[in-house]
């Protein structure tokens, strides 16, 4: 064992890189990339959900037609 495990990171590894980022960019940028990524995330969302909702009408619309010969 030890205090080493290769792969895992702790709350002072992200606070140092967290700190870092702000270094380079800067707060007015970091709240910029976080409001487009927000944006970003809802629209595929709704992508999502219109392509569910586009998916369910093909489907509704083909159980309503009665197969050829029955």
Known sequence: MG???PGSIGLP???IVLA???LLFGPGRIANIAR???SSITA???GLEGDR???EEE???GEDQTPPGA
């Open 53 to 55: 909702k586009k998916k």
């Open 44 to 46: 595929f969302r709704e």
């Open 3 to 5: 205090l080493f495990r």
């Open 20 to 22: 870092i980022v702000l």
């Open 13 to 15: 590894e992200v606070l």
């Open 36 to 38: 487009e990524l927000g």
């Open 59 to 61: 489907n509704s619309a």
